[in-house]
T-cell receptor
Framework: QQQVKQSPQSLIVQKGGISIINCAYE??????FPWYQQFPGKGPALLIAIRPDVSEKKEGRFTISFNKSAKQFSLHIMDSQPGDSATYFCAASLDNYGQNFVFGPGTRLSVLP | DAGVIQSPRHEVTEMGQEVTLRCKLI?????LFWYRQTMMRGLELLIYFNNNVPIDDSGMPEDRFSAKMPNASFSTLKIQPSEPRDSAVYFCASSTGLVPDTQYFGPGTRLTVL
């Protein structure tokens, strides 16, 4: 119940296309859902996050869509750029501390020029 | 701000040796997390501290692993004795402890145990 499932494992998109990464969870106590971006040789960095009281959050080209009833959430990257090529992790945390994150296994995104 | 600082960045050691990884938190942060990242298992939380107190160490693989926070800004993760299966990238992250939280990751230590 503490797991977060993530798909696809890898994704190849042409420049200008839309990248979509999906995550699903079981534990309804999860109350905060961040996405992290990791470049090779670097630590993960927070990209965007959402709480379940909203169905969508947009920051620039990045959008999180959240479906509370289905216990699913997804990251959409519009107008994907080669610089977006990285590994993306979805995560979930319990709200009591908002600290103990469970990470998905990651999606390696490659955006072709 | 310099961000989370980890040292060393790379460590190569032989099986059976003691390994100590170090982490300096961002100033003002009061929560510290140690993660291990491998291709097979992804990003795993090993242990986290809040205000220098270990809150959850259920991810620590076995007694060979130990972590401490001797003060509010510094932490160590020790592996003794090390084994080849401990080879991974170890990250520490710090956060303010506020809700909702943002964890700031360090650059990681790549550990290779021969």
């Amino acid at each position: 119940q503490q797991q977060v499932k993530q798909s696809p494992q890898s994704l190849i998109v042409q420049k200008g296309g839309i990248s979509i990464i999906n995550c699903a969870y079981e534990n309804t106590a999860f109350d905060y859902f961040p996405w992290y971006q990791q470049f090779p040789g670097k630590g993960p960095a927070l990209l965007i996050a959402i709480r379940p009281d909203v169905s969508e959050k947009k920051e620039g080209r990045f959008t999180i869509s959240f479906n509370k009833s289905a216990k699913q959430f997804s990251l959409h990257i519009m107008d994907s750029q080669p610089g977006d090529s990285a590994t993306y992790f979805c995560a979930a945390s319990l709200d009591n501390y908002g600290q103990n994150f469970v990470f998905g296994p990651g999606t390696r995104l490659s955006v072709l020029p | 701000d310099a961000g989370v600082i980890q040292s060393p960045r790379h460590e190569v050691t032989e099986m059976g040796q003691e390994v100590t990884l170090r982490c300096k938190l961002i100033s003002g942060h009061n929560s510290l997390f140690w993660y291990r990242q491998t291709m097979m298992r992804g990003l795993e939380l090993l242990i986290y501290f809040n205000n220098n107190v270990p809150i959850d160490d259920s991810g620590m693989p076995e007694d060979r692993f130990s972590a401490k926070m001797p003060n509010a800004s510094f932490s160590t993760l020790k592996i003794q004795p090390s084994e080849p299966r401990d080879s991974a990238v170890y990250f520490c992250a710090s956060s303010t402890g506020l809700v909702p939280d943002t964890q700031y990751f360090g650059p990681g230590t790549r550990l290779t145990v021969l």
